[in-house]
């Protein structure tokens, strides 16, 4: 069973990962994939900052 802790750790890894995919996504202009991933992006997000997180430094997905 994993703790609070560990849970928002893990979601903010995820959450660093889907945004390194979503810039390169944009970058070779793959929509549908990126599409996709901002959905995940979005879901994570809602989690952390559920969580109490606060995400201005590290979101790097101005949208």
């Known amino acids: 069973m ?3 802790i560990e849970v928002i750790k893990q979601a903010l890894d995820d ?10 996504a944009k ?3 793959a929509t ?3 599409a996709k991933l901002k959905d995940e992006y979005l879901t994570v ?3 952390l900052q559920a ?5 201005t430094d590290i ?3 101005k949208e």
């Open 51 to 55: 969580s109490g997180v606060n995400l």
């Open 27 to 29: 970058k070779e202009n």
């Open 59 to 61: 979101d790097k997905i």
């Open 15 to 24: 959450f660093k990962k889907i945004q390194e995919y979503m810039l390169l």
């Open 45 to 47: 997000k809602a989690l």
């Open 32 to 34: 549908e994939t990126y």
């Open 2 to 4: 994993l703790t609070g």
